[in-house]
């Protein structure tokens, strides 16, 4: 499967942010992007729960094994940090590289992110060209360079 | 010589032997006079007397008497005018008759015949007994020659009987007085035996017996010496010494009188002094007999009572406790006048009365268990705070001391306490106990507060770094979108502006960022420990040498300087104070900072010191403050936030920040830190 093609989800609630990070990550030329907006849809996203009829269910039943996972912490209902304890704590995604993606750079937020298993903590960066720097760093690394274990798990 | 001439001449002998004999010291002495005196007068006469003493078989030869002592000799020594055994039996026959014996013609008489009387011849002899109480104790006897006249006879005997009643009459004193020496012999061992100090002085003060007692009490070395003293030496004072004798002259008695005396060493003593005076027939006083008690160690005790005595009472009188004493049934013996002051009871009329009635019942009840403890624990003390009323009724804490009496014998008989108002103390003490509790009180409502406060704040930071640095993202990623995808649409202008508002956002961002720091800064908790400035500035240096490679800039750093406080905050203060000195000596081709100490105004003074651009002192004060900048953000870029941050770190070590600089010459900041933190 060609870099390009791997598929990422991004947790963001900001509608802005989500445009943004589309963007540069469009412009990187990644297209299989999902985007969640909040807390339970990613948790009903990612372990599909019984008795819940979210529109996208279907869909999201092909797709949900992300091969990274840009995660924003300030999230409505179920933080970011929440999500993360659930991905790491089940079997079928114990193994996705999360990247905490937040405009925090509060120390309380790094090092709990990476005490429930972050992969990498990144601020994002108010200068857009630095953000686009950042989101190509990103996918570098997580798509291209690193080997992940989802690749051959799933 | 006429006959009235010798009865004259009778009369006076009679009158001066009599006065003699009076004078005799003993009955012996009295016994010689009468010989003496008799026989002086003419050399016709010889006389002689002899004593019976008790129980004796014979008389015994006691004295001779006559005008010419040679032929007393001859009568003593020579047995040449009467033999002494013919003497002998002549008053032998008297004392066995008991009558005055008379011969004669005893100079024919053979038994009387002696080879050496011819020139003398005694004829006649007269013996005479001396009766006491019926008992011869004493025989005179004289012997007459041829020449005493029958007349003359006749009036020597009238004579001699006078003498003899007279003698008889002081002989029953005598004897009288004998026993009185028996019983003197007895009191002189008494006398010598006596503790008491006795001593016999005659009128003009010198001491003519004394026991050694009195040789002891005034340090006399011997008896010897104090015999030859004088009583007189022995008055502190010379007016005492003229009253004693004054009231001694005029019959006064002396008894019991006390009075200060010197030892021979110059020591004074105190004594009592008792005198008994005898005197003469005339009335004189003839000598003084002294019993003197010495009273010195009572004397000192008294003193020392009084003083002590003395001493209490001012104490009690001074001190602001009241002191009293109540027996086995609680009722008050004694009470000193501060009860007046504390109570309001007046202390004669509450003896009597219960010490519990001075307390509610119920106090009462719990102070006399706590008294019954005492005694009953037998311990030595008891200290109890309890509430008493005063005569008003009103409450007064009182802090009282007992401990329990005992008599000789050990039998309880009550307690003795000390009682103290500490009514306006507790006062107080309740009153700083309660503004203690509302001080702590309001301390837990401002800490909860200012928790409130801090987590409030802390959420807000949170949010401000977070929540406002989204919308500057979001301008300056959609500019940065307007200039990509609508770049041919716009004009330069419009450009320029986009890239405006991208720079003002991000200067925002950077200014919340600083925002954070400086409020982490105040807020953070602090670590106090030795730090190592001189290392801290090294590693600084190092790292704007390297962030700025092109720049030439020389760094003195003192070596070893080192304070105590929190490393990571003191790290701040010296980043930011050598940054900007780095900053601000962009401008310089040869820019210098120095990094040292020194001690100013007896504290050590930290300080960063470069030639840069410097500062207006006018506006020194006004860095400190968020925000504020002295330079023009295109000339020296910042925020404004660096100088604050130092100098909120500062003063959470308890120490001074100050500046000194001039435009164009370079600025010097100076801080310290508190000594007191330098010690722990």
């Not at chain 2, 003498?163 to 006398?191: C, G, H, M, P, V």
């Not at chain 2, 005076?277 to 009084?306: C, F, M, P, W």
């Not at chain 2, 962030?547 to 070596?559: A, L, M, Q, S, Y």
Request: aromatic share 10%; glycine share 4%.
């Amino acid at each position: 499967m060609p870099d390009k093609d791997k598929s990422i989800l991004l947790i963001e609630d900001n509608a802005d942010d989500e445009l943004l990070t589309l963007r540069a990550l469009k412009k990187l030329k990644y297209s299989r992007i999902i985007v969640i907006r909040s807390g339970p849809e990613a948790i009903d996203y990612l372990f599909c729960d019984q008795n819940n009829n979210l529109s996208y269910n279907r869909q999201a039943q092909a797709v949900k094994k992300p091969h990274i996972v840009l995660l924003d912490l300030n999230l409505p209902a179920i933080d970011g940090l929440t999500i993360l304890k659930k991905i790491r704590s089940d079997k079928r995604t114990k193994n996705i590289p999360v990247i905490v993606l937040t405009s925090s750079g509060e120390e309380k937020d790094i090092e709990e992110s990476y005490r429930y298993g972050a992969n990498s903590y990144i601020r994002k960066p108010v200068d857009f060209l630095e953000f686009e720097k950042t989101a190509s760093l990103i996918g570098e690394y997580w798509l291209r360079l690193n080997i992940g274990h989802s690749q051959t798990g799933y | 010589m006429t006959a009235a001439d010798e009865n004259h001449q009778n009369l006076l002998v009679n009158l001066s032997t009599a006065r003699k004999i009076q004078n005799a010291t003993d009955f012996h002495e009295a016994l010689q006079i009468v010989v003496h005196e008799v026989t002086k007068k003419s050399e016709e006469v010889y006389g002689e007397a002899w004593v019976i003493p008790e129980n004796a078989k014979k008389p015994t030869f006691l004295s001779s008497g006559n005008y010419d002592e040679v032929r007393q000799k001859q009568f003593l020594n020579n047995n040449t005018l009467i033999p002494p055994h013919y003497r002998e039996k002549f008053a032998c026959q008297v004392w066995k008759s008991k009558e005055t014996q008379r011969k004669s013609g005893i100079s024919t008489d053979s038994a009387a015949k002696t080879a050496g009387s011819k020139d003398v011849k005694f004829d006649k002899a007269i013996g005479i007994p001396v009766l006491a109480q019926d008992r011869v104790t004493a025989i005179i006897c004289f012997y007459l020659t041829e020449n005493f006249n029958q007349i003359n006879l006749i009036r020597f005997e009238e004579m001699l009987a006078a003498i003899t009643t007279n003698l008889e009459n002081s002989f029953l004193q005598r004897l009288s007085d004998d026993a009185l020496k028996k019983s003197q012999d007895k009191y002189r061992l008494l006398f010598d035996e006596d503790l008491s100090a006795i001593f016999i002085a005659s009128p003009d003060g010198r001491v003519i017996d004394c026991n050694p007692a009195y040789i002891q009490l005034f340090g006399f070395n011997s008896r010897e010496k104090a015999l030859d003293s004088s009583f007189n030496d022995r008055f502190t004072n010379n007016m005492h010494k003229v009253f004693f004798w004054e009231i001694l002259k005029r019959n006064g008695t002396i008894a019991g009188h006390e009075m200060s005396a010197l030892k021979t060493d110059g020591q004074t003593i105190y004594i009592t002094l008792k005198i008994v005076a005898h005197y003469n027939e005339k009335g004189r006083l003839k000598e003084v007999v002294g019993y003197i008690q010495d009273i010195t160690y009572r004397k000192s005790i008294e003193v020392a009572l009084r003083k002590s005595d003395e001493r209490y009472e001012s104490l009690i009188e001074t001190t602001n406790d009241w002191i009293w004493e109540i027996n086995e049934q609680y009722r008050f013996t004694y009470s000193s006048f501060k009860i007046q002051t504390i109570l309001g009871y007046d202390p004669q009329k509450i003896i009597g009365r219960s010490l519990f009635s001075l307390m509610a019942p119920n106090e009462g009840k719990k102070v006399k268990r706590t008294f019954n403890e005492l005694f009953e624990a037998q311990k030595s003390s008891v200290n109890i705070e309890h509430t008493c009323l005063t005569v008003d009724g009103k409450d007064v804490i009182l802090d009282t001391s007992g401990i329990a009496l005992y008599d000789n014998n050990g039998i309880f008989h009550g307690y003795r306490g000390i009682t103290r108002d500490i009514t306006e103390r507790k006062v107080s003490e309740m009153k700083v106990a309660q503004l203690n509790e509302e001080l702590e009180h309001k301390v837990i409502e401002r800490t909860k507060m200012l928790q409130v406060a801090n987590k409030e704040l802390e959420a807000f930071s949170y949010s401000v770094s977070h929540d406002l640095r989204a919308p500057l993202r979001s301008i300056d990623g959609f500019s940065q979108a307007l200039i990509e995808d609508y770049n041919k649409l716009l004009d330069d202008t419009a450009k320029n502006y986009l890239d405006r508002v991208r720079s003002a956002a991000q200067r925002m961002s950077t200014l919340i960022d600083d925002m954070i720091k400086l409020s982490k800064v105040t807020r953070s908790s602090m670590t106090k420990k030795k730090v190592n400035l001189s290392s801290i500035a090294e590693s600084v240096a190092t790292f704007l040498k390297e962030d700025e490679p092109g720049r030439n800039v020389e760094f003195v750093i003192e070596k070893k300087m080192t304070t105590t406080g929190d490393e990571a905050l003191l790290k701040v203060v010296m980043q930011n104070l050598m940054e900007n000195a780095w900053k601000f000596t962009s401008q310089k081709t040869e820019a210098r900072i120095e990094i040292g100490s020194d001690i100013i105004r007896g504290v050590r003074a930290y300080y960063v010191r470069d030639n840069g651009a410097g500062f207006n002192m006018d506006y020194a004060k006004k860095m400190y403050a968020p925000f504020q900048r002295l330079h023009k953000e295109k000339e020296f870029p910042g925020t404004g936030i660096g100088l604050s941050t130092v100098q909120r770190i500062i003063h959470r070590h308890l120490g001074r920040i100050w500046a000194e600089g001039k435009v164009n010459e370079g600025a010097v900041f100076y801080f310290t830190i508190q000594s007191e933190m330098n010690t722990r």
